[in-house]
């Protein structure tokens, strides 16, 4: 049988769509209805809906986004790292050494530049307790290591704020880049799209960093977040199950509100305490759970739940080596130890030693600030290199 041109071109077509149903069908029978399995190659559209980000936040009229742990200016067209410093009120150079670029350097439409310390807030915004704590305790360590008879550094002259309110969304994490790395290798790392990273810090189209410079990590957007109730894309929402007539309601047994409350007695944990803990090279400086674990360049210590005023104790014996305090005045204090270590206490209050002064260990030294929640952050260093402080506790 000898077919037309047309007819040849149907015949085609109609074995093409059906390569595509038989393509799209699983073994099991089931439809791959977006082809997600086709050929069993590995295309997957899953990993792309889990890496979709959020839009980086507006800044306010001067360029600035603040966090509770920061803040950061996005710079306009044309934008030197002085004219930055100019409009948000902060000193040129110490804004460029921070970010390690130059001062006359002309910037990105959108880049994005880490303040080294907070500048005021517009007027009405809401205060927060939170600080950047890693930061402030690493300056604090470097003025204590840098002689043994130095004194402490004097607390900031200038005026500060109260934190405001975070954008909306959860606080991102900031990266600062190591010798090295590159945006895909960053990217990589947080398991987020290199284009998104790039949008979020106004990165040129190279996708060129700079070592020492800091990078917002995009955080994903509502759909992306993973939880009992996420799809795989393409299968849609699980509908939930109506009310019905037909089956009734459990029989709720509830209880009268002034009905007494059996209260188990207070377990005794020192009573439960292994010998091997009695044994770690240091001790808990308040007993609590870890509400942040320690993660090398992202949080340098861990943050320990306790309740206001509990008492703060010394990991180890040893020397107070600084105290000092962070721009909103809240002190820190950190004790050299003969093994070389160091300890740093934060988001304290109520100091009891001063500089020079030998504590014991287990000795109190000040005592939880107030705030909601309550903790201490204790971080553990090896001169100038922060070290897991559970290696030590444990």
């Given at each position: 049988m000898?077919?037309?041109?047309?007819?040849?071109?149907r015949h085609?077509?109609l074995?093409?769509?059906?390569?595509?149903?038989?393509a799209?069908?699983?073994?099991?029978?089931?439809f791959?209805?977006?082809?997600?399995?086709?050929?069993?190659i590995?295309?997957d559209?899953?990993?792309?809906?889990?890496?979709a980000?959020?839009a980086?936040?507006?800044?306010?009229?001067?360029?600035i986004?603040?966090y509770?742990?920061?803040?950061?200016?996005?710079?306009?067209?044309?934008?030197?790292?002085?004219?930055?410093?100019?409009?948000?009120?902060?000193?040129?150079?110490?804004?460029?050494?921070?970010?390690?670029?130059?001062?006359d350097?002309?910037?990105?439409q959108g880049?994005v530049?880490?303040?080294?310390r907070?500048?005021?807030?517009?007027?009405?915004?809401?205060?927060?307790?939170?600080?950047d704590?890693?930061?402030?305790a690493?300056?604090?360590?470097?003025?204590?290591?840098?002689?043994?008879?130095?004194?402490?550094?004097?607390?900031?002259t200038?005026?500060?704020?109260t934190?405001?309110?975070?954008p909306?969304g959860?606080?991102?994490?900031?990266?600062k880049?190591?010798?090295?790395?590159?945006?895909?290798?960053?990217?990589?790392?947080y398991?987020?799209?290199?284009?998104?990273?790039?949008?979020?810090?106004?990165?040129?189209?190279?996708l060129?960093?700079?070592?020492?410079?800091?990078?917002?990590?995009p955080?994903?957007?509502?759909?992306?977040?993973g939880g009992?109730g996420t799809?795989?894309?393409?299968?849609?929402s699980p509908t939930?199950?109506?009310?019905?007539?037909?089956?009734?309601?459990?029989?709720?047994?509830?209880?009268?509100a002034?009905?007494?409350?059996?209260?188990?007695?207070?377990?005794d944990l020192?009573?439960?305490?292994?010998a091997a803990?009695?044994s770690?090279?240091m001790?808990m400086?308040?007993?609590?759970?870890?509400?942040?674990p320690y993660?090398?360049k992202?949080?340098d210590g861990?943050?320990?739940?306790?309740?206001?005023?509990?008492?703060?104790?010394a990991?180890?014996?040893?020397?107070?080596?600084?105290?000092?305090?962070?721009?909103?005045?809240v002190?820190?204090?950190?004790?050299?130890?003969?093994n070389g270590?160091?300890?740093?206490y934060?988001?304290i209050?109520?100091?009891?030693?001063?500089?020079g002064?030998?504590v014991?260990r287990g000795?109190s030294i000040?005592?939880?600030?107030?705030?909601?929640p309550?903790?201490?952050h204790?971080?553990?260093?090896?001169?100038?290199?922060?070290?897991?402080?559970?290696s030590?506790?444990?």
């Amino acid at each position: 049988m000898t077919l037309s041109l047309p007819a040849r071109l149907r015949h085609a077509l109609l074995l093409g769509a059906s390569a595509l149903a038989l393509a799209a069908c699983d073994p099991d029978g089931s439809f791959d209805g977006d082809l997600r399995n086709f050929g069993r190659i590995g295309f997957d559209t899953s990993d792309a809906a889990r890496q979709a980000t959020a839009a980086r936040p507006q800044p306010d009229a001067r360029g600035i986004i603040s966090y509770p742990n920061y803040q950061v200016a996005v710079a306009n067209r044309g934008d030197t790292v002085g004219a930055v410093a100019t409009r948000i009120g902060i000193d040129a150079t110490e804004l460029a050494r921070y970010n390690a670029v130059a001062v006359d350097a002309t910037l990105n439409q959108g880049e994005v530049l880490a303040l080294p310390r907070r500048v005021a807030e517009p007027a009405g915004t809401i205060g927060s307790e939170r600080i950047d704590i890693t930061s402030i305790a690493s300056n604090a360590i470097d003025r204590a290591s840098g002689s043994q008879g130095a004194t402490a550094a004097p607390a900031p002259t200038a005026p500060t704020t109260t934190a405001p309110s975070s954008p909306a969304g959860p606080e991102p994490l900031r990266h600062k880049v190591a010798r090295g790395e590159t945006a895909y290798s960053i990217a990589r790392f947080y398991n987020v799209n290199v284009r998104a990273l790039a949008d979020w810090n106004g990165l040129p189209s190279d996708l060129s960093v700079r070592e020492g410079q800091f990078l917002l990590i995009p955080v994903a957007s509502g759909g992306a977040q993973g939880g009992s109730g996420t799809t795989t894309p393409g299968q849609g929402s699980p509908t939930p199950v109506p009310p019905s007539a037909a089956q009734p309601l459990p029989d709720e047994k509830t209880a009268a509100a002034n009905a007494p409350v059996n209260k188990p007695a207070s377990p005794d944990l020192g009573a439960s305490r292994t010998a091997a803990s009695g044994s770690a090279k240091m001790q808990m400086p308040v007993e609590g759970a870890i509400i942040r674990p320690y993660v090398k360049k992202k949080n340098d210590g861990v943050d320990i739940a306790a309740a206001p005023g509990t008492a703060v104790k010394a990991a180890d014996a040893g020397t107070v080596a600084a105290i000092t305090k962070d721009t909103e005045q809240v002190p820190i204090l950190v004790l050299r130890h003969s093994n070389g270590l160091l300890t740093v206490y934060a988001n304290i209050d109520g100091i009891s030693v001063k500089k020079g002064d030998s504590v014991k260990r287990g000795q109190s030294i000040a005592k939880v600030r107030a705030g909601e929640p309550g903790f201490v952050h204790f971080e553990v260093r090896n001169g100038f290199e922060s070290v897991d402080p559970m290696s030590y506790l444990q």
